[in-house]
């Protein structure tokens, strides 16, 4: 599976039920913040990803990290996949 791209479809699917526009083109350095995704979207897709891949790295986390771009928060998914 390719979770960069698993990641993207979710984003988009997420994205038309919160009603947010995304922009064109998501990059490892787009900043998520102007992806064009709010803050409950990436609530509900941290939530579908959970339901998709079993896992939810944030929860597990002992230090919080928040991931500044699109490159750093699918990195953090490979992680726990591997782990």
Known sequence: MNIEQH???????????ANCHLITD??????????????LGFAMLVAQLEEDLGIDPFSEMQIAIYPRTFGEFVKIYQLALKA
């Open 26 to 39: 998501i990059e490892q350095d787009t900043v998520l913040l102007q992806s064009g995704l709010d803050s």
């Open 7 to 17: 990641i993207k479809d979710s984003l988009t699917q997420v994205a038309q039920l």
